[in-house]
């Protein structure tokens, strides 16, 4: 048993969606899972729609939300041959469901309209490739996981109940494996046991692909991305960037931790418990290795590289000159999960307590004005933050050249530099 997850770059076009098919087909003599994201932009048209509505402008969402369903209407007029109307019909379907919504007013809070309306990307996208799979005689069962997955009601960032999902992914979605090779379902959503619609938060899919694997027992999980592997590096900030090769799954969390665009953390500890491999793989090009990620020790790293920019250091010291400690920092981080922030480095003087945020300007000021209630605060923007594990003196002096370091912090093997540029 495999389980392949596909993000929204991978069928964002009629040929992507041929390609992701094909690779899917090729794998087709193992029972495989398969998990896919929404089409390309759809979730960033569908956010905009929620907005709309929320905000009481129903034409416009109406009109924003006729878009989204003609560019898929598109797709299947010029993919499908033989199930254009299956497919059409059953997409409709999924289009009364919002638009019955859309024509009623908002009576709850935004996050439960941003799910109901966000969630349906998977839904469209599934929709459309299960049936071209079908076409091209591949057995495929394609699946609701609203109906699989349940969450409680934290809307936006659902929390999965892994006790009744694993007893329905056992009962409900295995025996399909019986009469199917595949079976194709939605990562990043499930329902509450009111079978209201959830969203799973940053890195979703990748997470329900986990879940997947875990409960399946799978020999793997492969993630099909547009680069060739995990990379040392942004390869769009850092033209040297280099593939690695083998990564374990305490080198991932560590990695994205410190904001490298790789794996979230979450998407490890389901295949870490039973200790199910990952394999990062180029959908584009097949034949490239891609990365390996295991329990397996990795030696002889490259130095790994992570650069934030927009940053914003806020630095809050005390008005009486009391001990920046207890009592104080319990206060400060009151503040950061009201405000759904948290620093991504801070450091601690006697009377000073020192954080570098992502910078969210709206969130960034709120915690501002909150915390100048208790301390003398200070707001410094536009600053980048550099982190770099097993880090050498050549990275570093090559990376932090002509860069004015204003706050630094090392380990063993992990450095980060805050820099004015």
Known sequence: MLVFKFGGASINSIERIKNTSKIINENAQQKILVVISAMGKTTNALEKIAQAYFENKKEEAL?????????????????????????????????????????????????????????????????????????????????????????????????????????????????????????????????TDEN??????????????????????????????????????????????????????????????????????????????????LFVKSFLDTSLQGTVINNEKVKNLPPIIVLKNQQVLIYFKSKDFSFMEGKALGQLHKIFNAVKLQPNLTQNTAISFICCFDGHVEKTTEIATQASLLFDVEVERDLSLLTIRHYDNTTIEKLTKGKNIILEQRTAETLQAVCRN
């Not at 694997?213 to 099909?224: Q, R």
């Open 63 to 191: 009109l924003l939300f006729e878009q989204v369903k003609q560019n898929h209407l598109e797709v299947v007029k010029y993919l499908l041959i033989h199930n254009w109307k299956a497919a059409e019909d059953q997409l409709k379907d999924f289009f009364t469901e919002i638009e019955w919504m859309l024509h009623d007013k908002p009576v709850r809070a935004y996050d439960y309209y941003y799910d109901q309306i966000v969630c349906c990307g998977e839904l469209f996208s599934t929709c459309i490739v299960a049936h071209y799979l079908a076409e091209q005689k591949v057995n495929v069962h394609w699946a609701d996981v609203r109906d699989i997955f349940r969450t409680d009601n934290n809307f936006r960032d659902a929390v999965v109940d892994f006790e009744y999902t694993s007893a329905k992914i056992q009962d409900e979605i295995l025996p399909f494996f019986n009469t199917h090779d595949i079976v194709l379902t939605q990562g990043f959503i499930g329902s």
């Open 196 to 277: 209201e619609s959830t969203t799973l938060g940053r890195e979703g899919s990748d997470y329900s692909a986990a879940i997947f694997a875990n409960i399946l027992n799978a020999s793997g999980l492969t993630i099909w991305k547009d680069v060739p592997a995990v990379m040392n590096a942004d390869p769009n900030k850092f033209t040297d960037a280099k593939n690695i090769a083998a990564l374990n799954y305490t080198e991932v969390i560590e990695m994205a931790y410190y904001g490298a665009q790789v794996i979230h953390p979450k998407t490890i500890k389901p295949l870490q418990n039973k200790n199910i491999p």
